[in-house]
């Protein structure tokens, strides 16, 4: 949804029904992904007969973890990295806790160095028409 957002950026307000056809995707599905996304830093809402969605700021500004972060929940890869600090009465005898930790900090870096207008030219670098989330 974002994607579509971002890439139709300068149409003003998008109606869901919109995105939904061009994405294949339910407009029921995406009511229910605007309700975790409706936040003043993320969407501008407009309602009525030109009413929609657009994003709050410009596509390079949207990185991949913070929309995943958003969306759900977190990016951690077991769930006692969940807790800062860690709550997990294991942890001073978990011999792969490092390891974890590793993978989570490759995790973060990776997805918060994609952005959303990273992806739109990385896209149409490829010269493909069309992009499924």
């Known amino acids: 949804?974002?994607?579509d957002l971002?890439?139709?950026?300068n149409d003003g307000f998008i109606p869901l029904r919109d995105i939904s056809q061009r994405q294949g995707i339910s407009k029921k599905?995406?009511?229910q992904i605007v309700t975790l996304l409706s936040r003043p830093d993320?969407?501008?809402t407009n309602r009525g007969n030109k009413g929609g969605y657009m994003l709050a700021k410009e596509p390079d500004k949207y990185t991949v973890g913070q929309i995943l972060r958003i969306t759900e929940g977190g990016l951690s890869p077991v769930s006692?990295?969940?807790d800062n600090p860690i709550q997990c009465t294991?942890?001073?005898?978990?011999k792969t806790l490092p390891v974890w930790q590793g993978l989570e900090k490759a995790i973060n870096k990776y997805l918060d160095g994609i952005?959303?207008?990273d992806i739109l030219q990385d896209f149409q670098a490829a010269g493909a028409d069309e992009y499924y989330i």
């Open 80 to 82: 006692c990295l969940e």
């Open 90 to 94: 294991q942890m001073k005898e978990c």
């Open 115 to 117: 952005t959303l207008q």
């Open 6 to 9: 971002a890439e139709h950026k």
């Open 42 to 44: 993320i969407l501008r």
């Open 1 to 3: 949804m974002l994607l």
């Open 29 to 31: 599905y995406l009511e």
